[in-house]
């Protein structure tokens, strides 16, 4: 899979642009958008099951379809993915064999991880903050790519 969620968040404007102009894009006193409830639930099951660059994907879609700070966008992407990853805790658990040891220590560097990024995240500041989640997703599409060509 190529990481394509750095590649949306650096072409925000012009996609944001054109959510409008299609009347794709939360407005004032209007519902949230269709599309945004689609890629939402696609990316969840996703996310659930997968889970490789949920977050990345999530705040893509909200950055380019919900006019607001990057800041309040990346908030709102930790608590959907918080959500996305506790519902697919309880099916797993309750339906799957988990190996409950590794999945406690990739719970604690989860938490970890979530708390210690917000407080980065608030510290980059909002334009840092795009830069770096667009090199990061950069990066991974490389990665990837390069391990699929070789």
Known sequence: MVEVGGDLDL???????????HQLRLTDGAGVPWPLHVTTFLAAMYGAYFG?????LILAFLIIMIPDDIQHSNALKGMLSLLINAVAVVYFAAFGPVEWAPAAVMAGGAIAGGYLGVGLA???????LRRV??????????????RMVT
């Open 122 to 128: 608030r510290r980059l500041g909002a334009v840092w």
């Open 133 to 146: 989640v667009i090199a990061y997703g950069l990066t991974v599409a490389a990665i990837l790519l390069a």
């Open 52 to 56: 490789a660059g949920l977050g990345i």
């Open 11 to 21: 072409f925000q404007e012009p996609l944001a642009a054109l959510a409008s102009e």
